[in-house]
Nanobody
Framework: QVQLVESGGGLVQAGGSMRLSCTAS????????MRWYRQGPGNGRALVAV???????NYADSVKGRFTISRDNAKNTVYLQMNSLKPEDTGVYYC???????????????WGQGTQVTVSS
């Protein structure tokens, strides 16, 4: 069973920092792009940041300069460092990645269960 498991969410005051982690587990033989999405109250799921297998990154305009995405390929883990948090950053954060399992011929789009981040004003 291949899965993504997030951790690190919680409650933080505006202006504070928080780091999210997401680890892919199971019989994984390859990971391509890794991404973080956010779903705010009453909103759809929106892309926050992406990191490619070679480390290139891209961010939503709303988080540029405040959030940093990174990955540790040896640990099959992606991180999201969030600084200068704002109340509008509140939402459920989902990890997403293109994973290839040992018993699968192709990569599959995989999602974590989500972790709640709440920023109080």
């Amino acid at each position: 069973q291949v899965q993504l498991v997030e951790s690190g969410g919680g409650l933080v005051q505006a202006g504070g920092s928080m780091r999210l982690s997401c680890t892919a587990s199971g019989s994984i033989v390859g990971i391509r792009d890794m991404r973080w999405y956010r779903q705010g109250p009453g909103n759809g799921r929106a892309l926050v940041a992406v990191v490619t297998i070679d480390g290139s990154t891209n961010y939503a305009d709303s988080v540029k300069g405040r959030f940093t995405i990174s990955r540790d390929n040896a640990k099959n883990t992606v991180y999201l460092q969030m600084n200068s948090l704002k109340p509008e950053d509140t939402g459920v954060y989902y990890c997403n990645a293109d994973l290839k399992a040992r018993n699968r011929p192709t990569y599959r789009d995989s999602w974590g269960q989500g972790t709640q981040v709440t920023v109080s004003s």
